[in-house]
């Protein structure tokens, strides 16, 4: 059974993804020794092709999605299922950044399709659960799938296909924003139409998936150990004033949602 990591990355005119792409490739051959194919398309690609990759795919993105007043092209993950060339593949958001061997345990779960349903926002002091909306149920993540070439996991990903397509339909029936298209939201209500409408928790990574917010800067101590810094507010008795909270972290994964940081750490 071959093993594979498949990494989609649209570049935006405010961000290099396919340079994102390339240091969460090298990271996944070296903590994971997996294979990594890039989705990508034709105006990100660099005059040279970076050995990170076992394989380049080059298709046509859909770019009608729009965050922050500016093109953002996370439309079209459900192609991971038929472009994936490995039995068993690991799709991951190019801004996950891999410091360990903990993602090889995911191909140790006894399902053909998984991902995070809790997160863990790192030094923040609060941390509600996602819903999709106040009056429906708790979100999954699409930042890290591990899925299988099977045929329920096909159909996971069909379903995330017809939710991309009629995604305004299912805003209005479940009561959240259409805009911007979400993989999170589609990914969750594709499990659940498969599932009967139900939650599997075998489907679900047995751990929490750790973002780093906006608010907490990470700064590179080695290649696997980094300092993070946290940003709190005080109340409105204090306004204005702010404290800095500091921890170093070691051989953990974690998903960097500032893109700029991101690019810092891995240059």
Not at 110 to 134: I, W, Y
Not at 239 to 250: F, L, N, T, W
């Amino acid at each position: 059974m071959s093993k594979g990591v498949i990494l989609f990355a649209f570049n935006s005119p405010k961000f290099n993804y396919y340079d994102m792409a390339v240091a969460t490739a090298k990271r996944a051959n070296h903590f994971l020794n997996l294979p990594v194919t890039i989705v990508t398309d034709e105006n990100s690609v660099p005059s040279q092709l970076d050995y990170a990759f076992d394989k380049t795919i080059i298709i046509s993105p859909d770019t009608s999605n729009r965050r922050d007043k500016g093109v953002w092209i996370n439309k079209g993950r459900y192609q991971a299922f038929e472009l994936s060339p490995y039995d068993e593949t690991l799709l991951l958001d190019t801004d996950y950044l891999i410091n360990s061997s903990t993602l090889l345990k995911t191909f140790e779960l006894s399902t053909d399709f998984c991902c995070h349903d809790n997160t863990h926002f790192l030094m923040a002091h609060k941390e509600p659960q996602e819903m999709v909306s106040n009056y429906s149920f708790k979100t999954l993540w699409a930042t890290v799938v591990k899925f299988n070439k099977t045929k329920r996991a096909e159909n996971i990903f069909q379903s995330i296909k017809m939710i991309q397509n009629n995604y305004e339909h299912y805003a209005n029936l479940h009561s959240f924003i259409a805009s911007p298209y979400r993989n999170d939201y589609a990914v969750t209500l594709a499990t659940r139409i498969v599932n009967g409408n139900m939650n599997a928790k075998e489907d679900v990574i047995p751990w929490n998936l750790i973002h780093v917010g906006k608010n907490t800067m990470v700064h590179k101590i080695t290649d696997t150990a980094f300092n993070t810094e946290y940003t709190v507010m005080y109340d409105n008795w204090n306004r204005g004033k702010i404290r800095k909270e500091y921890i170093i972290v070691k051989d953990m994964d974690f998903h960097v949602m500032n893109k700029e940081n991101f690019l810092e750490l891995v240059s």
